[in-house]
């Protein structure tokens, strides 16, 4: 191709001449070209387009439109060059309804460069396009489609979501395709819009031209990797096309340099692989095509090595053969080794995909990976070393790091150094040889880190030091350790360091300076004292510096009290504050020994989440004339009333406005938000409002209910024996069993002494499976076991319910770090993180975290009785011998008894245990109801059920544990679920534990899913109330559904229909409108107009939430579906 | 794909196809950016690029450069191949392209690209078929050109 196109600028003067073939160019656009290539500098250019600007300004408003075509084009070039000529956005859409087609090509083409999908202008261009694909000209409604694919407002979608339809059954192919990408497009930004029209998708994919085929498999390639369950039954036909592609039974025109269709074939193996991942039979369908693949992809072109890259990954996700491994792994051979350097590449990026799989490919290419690794090419190293990191284990640890950091030294790319230096810190915590290696990898880590660090390296870092392992002799060792490490660095120049690691290192000399006996406590003082004076220290870092010195000063009044001296007049107030609070510890040592006692464990301390130590000053205030406290979302609530015009209450309250907050109200979810961020001690509490890089957890906490709490005799978490130790010779040993080398005479010596290093561990001599299929070293930082939430509240689950109860999501990170080191031969990202708890133990600790958010629902829904989360087994003594199916009633506890509820479906069995479940729908929640039945005659122990769904919250459960189940006897345990985000359905997983046999536990996996539907109640207003609702709402949906027509009166109909299926509550109907409204639990309401409208019911959503009208529009298209 | 860029070893914008909504100002950060990055490079090395949680895949024809930012779980190959089959294109309707010919005649550019790409995804990769639509479009460009005039009044009267 490079012979083509080797006419340089040397060839201006004769292209200006010629104004015939190619090259034909408008005059303005000539000049100003010509003008600006020959400028010399950016000034003369900036002038120059100025000029050009202000005169296109004046024609602007011109009435020629082929004047107006010619200006958008000098417009765009502008554009283009960096300058702004927004003034033209809005002639471009003028220009796009009114020119002819010659100038509506040029106005399209502007408005989806100078537009994107946001920008208000475009609901200007939607009434342009609805003429224009309604045109009888087929090059009018084919640029239509172009620009509907590419910027079109959301909003707008059912305006021509119609025409589209109509379009995929157009007799020009070039219109059927465009209109597929266009659906495709809407896919992507509104997928609920379009799920109606699937049926029409199928039709796309078996359209006789392969073009609009090749487009429909754009949409099945995204449908297919949100849920591929839905789709296998296509498998046969992707399988059929790809072997006629592969055959080469499509005209040659889609040929690629005698390759036929490339991009269809990449296309479709993507599919196949995403259909066949972890599904045998699935698999066995594309065996044979998989391999026919590979073989006919033999000639040595680009094109083919892209086919055969996307084969090797197929057979490498689906269910294994033995066979295609064999030639995919060959395959691979021809990449890594290819002198071609694109494809060396494409051949590491396989051997990263494969290792995970397979980690002894690595080994037959160990030469060329190390010869990669020194390679001078950037990105050729990151994915070496991106491989190195899926390879390494506890004997190459070292080296691999070595490598890693030696890279990191030498890179400026800010991306490169966040994401390299997160997995340094992440092989190093999980594999460290040693004591000195770690700590000495870690403060290599924080300084080349420095401040663009992820937080949780040095979180997880902290942690990891103060939670300790299993013994306390080794983590002291450890700790005192890092103390000697931390006082060097200190010593020497410490202007350069980033704050995060001095943030880490005052931390840990707060903490154990104590530990180093041989060092005057005087010095780390002075050290620290050091820091503060330091300019480059950020006001947040010498927070950090003045609680270590809080914590090591005592005994030392006077060097304390002249710190404190100089700091009382700074102009920061959080450490004048921090000052102040420093003098009064020094000289008071009673005080001191209340807030900072010495060797207590760190996870003893009870927190006091509601803050009810201030209630006294709350309640004086108010009785002194304060206002309450709102929480935020309520103060926003009444902003958005007020803009509403809204002037009357309405006549139902919303959920907000019930947790109006009093002082009693103690679990009020504004109070444990804010709590969690100051939940006490020195450290947190002079923490800065906002910032958010405290750690909360391995911080002693001394606030509780009244005020500094007194630390008596803690037990400590009982020690466990030390855990085998780990030799630190073990990585020579292992060096020195290596398997014999392919090829040493030709070798390099030192490149074959780092790849004996890089790549121990890995061959099948070893014994060592990445996979984790075989024995593992032990790690070097394994986590000591949860003590017993049961036993005392002094456990860690306290300190772990503060985090909790703030937000989920540090609930996760917690769990996903504490089973992450002990899976160490996964990448922590892999880890799930619910499904690992310990069953029973924590199963009751669950329901005391449940606990505080029970308390916070009650006060939104005034329903839930407090004693929901007591966990109560309710174990059945009457015989049930068959239980689906079987009256329900009468196995629900009294309560319970009169909600409506759903048939009971059963979820799974084995020959033990059968688990069927039903849903009841009570106001505020729903309660899925598990009923577990013993099909055998003994009894059955220790039951536990474990129930997982990420979008929903679990609000209570009972009967989750039990300790043991009769013979023939069912047992109810039910969870109350909320939904706060609406969802269009959701899946939940879950596992039963039990025991048949004492000490021998069986495990039941189930998994169902729930739809919006189950969460939607009904709301009782009157016409009146609803009128006013209406008006104060804000996000609203339109969209024609289908009318019920086979009755006498089709929107009644067609209203109860839905009324059946989703619980809503039909307000009014006159005429031929109806009002319908419904609320999401006891959350946010909806509101539905619907009118008739020919065959269609015209329906109108509205709702303060902005994603719930899609999702119930989407529930009643399907219930009109199926009626 | 989320953006295509053109630009000259002189580090010149000479087309930018975007294909996520981003605001001017990013999309002059990441141009900028990436010229320079890719400017840097040397021509042994290979054409991709890990840049920030994206990979860029770019090649040199002649003066000038072709730039694709796709996801990390595409084909960079094929991507390649995407540009490749976009200057065959090219060569083909300009006769033997040239950088100038992109210059002169931007906006054809474009419509050939939207003709080949489209919201990111190749749309046809027919070269016989994309050429026929192009052309097809020109076409009627000429008559519309040749007939200024009498057309917009047939236009006013019987087409709209």
Same mark, same amino acid.
């Given at each position: 191709m490079s012979d083509v196109v080797e006419k340089t600028l040397s060839a201006l003067p004769g292209l200006f001449d010629?104004?015939?073939?190619? /090259? +034909?160019?408008?005059s303005r656009l000539r000049q100003l070209v010509k003008s600006i290539t020959e400028l010399t500098s950016k000034n003369e250019e900036e002038s120059l387009i100025k000029q050009e600007l202000s005169s296109m300004k004046e024609q602007?408003?011109?009435?020629n439109t082929s004047m107006m075509r010619e200006i958008m084009v000098r417009a765009m070039y502008c554009e283009m060059l960096g300058?702004?000529?927004?003034?033209?956005y809005i002639h471009a859409i003028k220009l796009a309804q009114q020119g002819g087609v010659l100038e509506k090509r040029v106005g399209y083409l502007a408005v989806s460069l100078f537009l994107?999908?946001?920008?208000?202008?475009?609901?200007?261009?939607v009434n342009t396009v609805l003429k224009d694909l309604q045109s009888t000209n087929v090059i009018e409604a084919y640029m239509a489609l172009t620009v509907v694919a590419q910027v079109f407002p959301k909003d707008m979608i059912p305006a021509v979501l119609p025409l589209l339809e109509d379009k995929? =059954?157009?007799?020009k192919e070039i219109i059927r395709r465009k209109a597929v990408l266009a659906l495709y497009k809407f896919y992507l930004i509104a997928p609920n819009q379009v799920q109606h029209i699937h049926a029409k998708f199928r039709k796309a994919l078996c359209d006789r031209d392969p073009g609009v085929m090749t487009s429909s498999l754009h949409i099945y390639l995204q449908l297919i990797t949100e849920s591929p369950d839905d789709y296998k039954d296509l498998t046969g036909s992707f399988v059929t096309i790809l072997k006629q592609v592969v055959g080469g039974k499509?005209?040659?025109?889609?040929?690629?340099h005698n390759v036929p269709a490339p991009w269809l074939q990449i296309q479709l193996l993507r599919i196949l692989s995403l259909l066949g991942k972890e599904d045998r039979s699935t698999s066995e369908l594309m065996y044979e095509v998989l391999d026919e693949s590979l073989r006919r992809? *033999? #000639?040595?072109?680009n094109i083919t090595y892209a086919i055969l890259y996307e084969c090797v990954k197929a057979i490498y996700t689906i269910h294994p053969k033995a066979e295609l491994l064999e030639k995919a792994a060959r395959c691979i051979g021809n990449f890594v080794l290819s002198p071609k350097i694109n494809l060396r590449y494409l051949g590491l990026k396989a051997l990263t995909y494969v290792v995970q799989h397979d980690?002894?490919? /690595?080994l037959q290419h160990q030469m060329t990976i190390i010869e990669c690794l020194d390679h001078t090419d950037f990105t050729i190293k990151r994915e070496t070393l991106e491989l190195l990191f899926r390879i390494t284990n506890a004997q190459n640890v070292t080296v691999i790091v070595e490598k890693m950091l030696d890279f990191l030294h030498g890179c400026s790319d800010e991306h490169t150094i966040i994401h390299l230096v997160g997995k340094v810190a992440e092989l190093a915590e999980k594999f460290a040889p040693d004591n000195s290696w770690f700590i000495q990898t870690m403060n290599d880590v924080f300084s080349t880190g420095g401040?663009?660090?992820?937080?949780?390296v040095p979180n997880n870092f902290l942690r990891l030091l103060a939670e300790g392992s299993e013994s306390k002799e080794e983590d002291d060792q450890l700790r005192l350790y890092a103390v000697n490490s931390y006082l060097t660095v200190l010593k020497g120049? !410490?202007?350069?360091?980033p704050q995060r690691f001095l943030q880490v290192m005052s931390w840990v000399l707060g903490e154990y !300076?104590?530990?180093?006996?041989?060092?005057d406590q005087r010095e780390v003082i002075r050290l620290l004292t050091q820091l503060l004076d $330091? +300019? =480059?220290?950020?006001s947040e870092t010498r927070v950090w510096i003045l609680s270590a010195l809080t914590k090591i000063s005592e005994g030392q009044t006077d060097l304390i009290l002249d710190l404190a001296e100089s700091l009382s007049?700074?102009?920061?107030t959080v450490l004048r504050q921090q000052a102040q609070e420093l003098r009064q510890l020094s000289q008071d040592s009673q005080l001191y020994e209340w807030v900072l006692p010495r060797g207590?464990?760190?996870?003893s301390m009870e927190v006091d989440?509601?803050?009810?130590?201030?209630d006294g000053f709350v309640s004086e205030a108010l009785a002194a004339g304060a206002a309450p406290y709102k929480p935020p979302h309520q103060r926003q609530e009444e902003l958005c009333e007020d803009r509403a015009l809204n002037l009357e209450p309405y006549s139902f309250s919303l959920p907000v406005s019930l947790?109006?907050?009093?002082?009693?109200?103690?679990?009020?979810p504004t109070l444990l938000s804010v709590s969690s961020g100051l939940s006490g001690n020195s450290t947190e509490l002079s923490q800065k409002a906002?910032?958010?890089?405290?750690?909360?957890?391995?911080v002693k906490r001394v606030w509780g209910r009244d005020g500094y709490l007194r630390q008596n005799e803690t037990t400590a978490p009982p020690v466990d024996e030390?855990? /085998? /130790?780990?030799?630190?010779?073990g990585q020579q040993e292992a060096a020195e069993r290596l398997e014999p080398q392919p *090829?040493?005479?030709? $070798?390099n010596q030192d490149k074959l002494q780092l790849a004996s290093s890089l790549f121990?561990?890995?061959?099948?001599?070893?014994? #060592?499976?990445l996979l984790g299929k075989s024995e593992a070293p032990p790690p070097r930082f394994r986590k000591k076991p949860r003590p017993h939430?049961?036993?005392?509240? =002094?456990?860690?689950g306290t300190s772990e319910r503060s985090s909790d109860s703030s937000s989920r999501s540090s609930h996760s990170t917690t769990d996903s770090f504490l089973y992450g080191s002990l899976l160490e031969?996964?990448?922590?990202?892999?880890?799930?993180?619910?499904?690992?708890?310990?069953?029973s133990s924590t199963a009751n600790g669950l329901a005391q975290n449940k606990d505080t958010k029970e308390d916070r629902r009650a006060n939104t829904s005034?329903?839930?009785?407090?004693? #929901?989360?007591?966990?109560r087994p309710n174990t059945f003594?009457?015989?049930?011998?068959?239980?689906?199916?079987?009256?329900l009633t009468a196995l629900l506890p009294a309560d319970l008894k009169d909600l409506p509820h759903s048939d009971v479906i059963s979820l799974t069995s084995d020959p033990s245990l059968s688990l069927s479940s039903c849903r009841l729908f009570r106001d505020e929640a729903l309660l899925l109801v598990i009923l577990i039945s013993n099909c055998t005659e003994t009894v059955i122990k220790d039951v536990a059920v474990q129930l997982t769904c990420e979008e929903l919250e679990t609000a209570s459960l009972r009967g989750?544990? #039990?300790?043991c189940l009769e013979g023939n006897s069912t047992s109810v345990c039910h969870y109350a679920l909320l939904m706060d985000e609406p969802h269009t359905n959701v899946s939940f997983t879950g596992t039963v534990s039990y025991q048949t046999q004492p000490g021998h536990t069986n495990t039941l996996s189930f998994s169902g899913t729930l739809s919006a539907a189950d969460f939607i109640r009904p709301l009782v207003v009157s016409t009146e109330e609803y009128g006013k609702l209406w008006l104060s709402l804000s996000h609203d949906v339109k969209q024609n559904l289908k009318l019920l027509?086979?009755?006498?009166?089709p929107l009644r109909t067609t209203l109860n229909a839905l009324k059946d299926a989703l619980?809503?509550?039909?307000v009014d109907i006159i005429g031929s409108e109806g009002i319908v409204a419904c609320r999401l639990l006891s959350g946010a309401p909806c509101l539905l107009h619907c009118r008739v409208n020919g065959a269609a019911l015209a329906m109108w959503l509205r709702s303060p939430h902005p994603a719930l009208p899609d999702c119930i529009l989407y529930h009643c298209q399907r219930a009109l579906a199926q009626h | 794909m989320q953006f295509m860029l053109l630009f000259s070893r002189?580090?010149?914008?000479?087309l930018q196809k975007w294909y996520v909504p981003l605001c001017d100002k990013e999309k002059k950060k990441i141009t900028r950016e990436l010229v320079q990055t890719v400017l840097a490079r040397?021509?042994?090395?290979?054409?991709f690029l890990e840049w920030r949680d994206l990979k860029i895949v770019y090649k040199r024809y002649a003066s000038l450069y072709f730039c694709c930012a796709i996801e990390d779980q595409d084909n960079e190959l094929i991507t390649l191949e995407i540009i490749h089959r976009y200057v065959e294109l090219l060569d083909k309707y300009f006769g033997s392209v040239c950088e100038l010919d992109i210059i002169f005649n931007f906006e054809k550019a474009y419509f050939i690209l939207d003709e080949f790409l489209l919201g990111g995804e190749?749309?046809?990769?027919?070269k016989k078929n994309v050429l026929k639509a192009i052309e097809q479009a020109d076409l009627l460009q000429e008559d519309a050109k040749e007939a200024e005039t009498p057309r917009s009044v047939l236009e006013e009267i019987g087409l709209t």
């Open positions: 010629s104004q015939t073939g190619a /090259a +034909r160019i408008t602007v408003s011109s009435p300058y702004d000529a927004s003034f033209t994107n999908e946001g920008h208000e202008l475009l609901l200007l261009l995929l =059954s157009y007799p499509l005209p040659v025109d889609f040929n690629y992809a *033999e #000639m040595n072109h980690a002894k490919l /690595a401040d663009l660090l992820q937080q949780d120049d !410490a202007s350069h360091l !300076a104590h530990l180093q006996e041989s060092v $330091q +300019r =480059s220290v950020s007049s700074s102009q920061d207590a464990p760190w996870d989440s509601s803050l009810s130590f201030l947790s109006s907050c009093s002082i009693t109200d103690r679990q009020s906002g910032s958010s890089t405290l750690i909360l957890e391995g030390p855990s /085998a /130790a780990v030799q630190p010779s *090829e040493p005479s030709t $070798q121990v561990g890995l061959g099948a001599g070893s014994s #060592m499976s939430e049961s036993s005392s509240s =002094s456990s860690s031969e996964e990448p922590a990202t892999s880890i799930s993180a619910f499904s690992h708890t310990p069953k005034q329903i839930l009785g407090g004693d #929901m989360v007591i966990v003594q009457d015989k049930h011998p068959s239980l689906v199916s079987s009256d989750n544990v #039990m300790n027509t086979d009755a006498s009166d619980q809503l509550h039909v | 002189q580090g010149k914008l000479r040397k021509p042994k090395m290979c054409s190749a749309q046809e990769t027919s």
